[in-house]
């Protein structure tokens, strides 16, 4: 299956598929990308977003351009931000059509300055009323996450970056995963009195030197319900083992 390709036009970017299209604003990473609706409603994936940065900044220095079908958007390349910030989106496939829909970000970080703590987070807004973590130990065990203990905090030294989120009535469910050389910290909790789940991730949170390019890497996949722990194990597993994508 050849994987869809982005379309730009002024700063909306749009991803057609068979199960409907995505979308996403470059001047508000903040807002991330809108699912279909017929996959999962209102659901919002990868908002990017700094402690440090007002969104306004980071909208005022921004760019994009298609480069083989994948979507780039840079924020702060003018020297305006902190840190430089590279966004490569691509739509990913995968063997027998087994996953209905993914999407995978990779961000380079870079700064300016002799030296600079840098702290970027990534933020899924997820409906569920089952979320499930795949352990750290090398085997394909789910972990069902005590909701009631919300929020929850999820460290390298219990778990994998890979999560599960099941929804009642859904044949589909959706997966998150973030490489785990990159997975320093992610947290689950209610976002702001909605139905939905935020799921953070600490995208990057180093000091970085002049010069010094950080990449992070995350995937989002939608998969069916009644194979979906199966999926999301072999998944993580090759996203592991994966060459990290070039970035320009």
Request: glycine share 6%; aromatic share 8%; charged share 20%.
């Amino acid at each position: 299956m050849t994987a869809p390709s982005w379309q730009l036009t002024d700063h909306q970017a749009t991803l057609q598929h068979r199960e409907g299209s995505t979308s996403f604003d470059i001047d508000k990473p903040e807002r991330g990308i809108l699912l279909p609706a017929s996959l999962r409603k209102d659901n919002r994936l990868f908002t990017i977003q700094s402690a440090r940065v007002d969104p306004s900044h980071m909208s005022a220095d921004s760019d994009a351009y298609l480069r083989r079908g994948d979507l780039v958007t840079t924020y702060g390349k003018r020297g305006s931000l902190p840190f430089s910030l590279q966004a490569d989106w691509r739509a990913v496939t995968f063997a027998n059509d087994e996953c209905i829909w993914g999407m995978e970000l990779v961000l380079s970080t870079q700064t300016f300055q002799l030296q600079n703590h840098v702290h970027i987070s990534c933020e899924s807004l997820i409906s569920g009323t089952q979320i499930l973590c795949l352990g750290n130990d090398g085997s394909s065990d789910f972990h069902s996450l005590d909701l009631g203990l919300a929020p929850v905090v999820l460290t390298p030294d219990a778990y994998s970056g890979c999560v599960v989120f099941r929804e009642v009535n859904n044949i589909h469910s959706y997966i998150e995963m973030i490489h785990p050389l990159d997975f320093i910290a992610s947290r689950i909790q209610r976002h702001r009195g909605t139905p939905l789940w935020s799921l953070m991730h600490s995208a990057v949170d180093r000091v970085l030197e002049k010069g010094v390019i950080f990449r992070s890497q995350l995937r989002g996949i939608i998969a069916p319900r009644d194979r979906d722990l199966e999926i999301a194990a072999r998944a993580y597993q090759n996203f592991c083992e994966a060459e990290l994508p070039l970035a320009s």
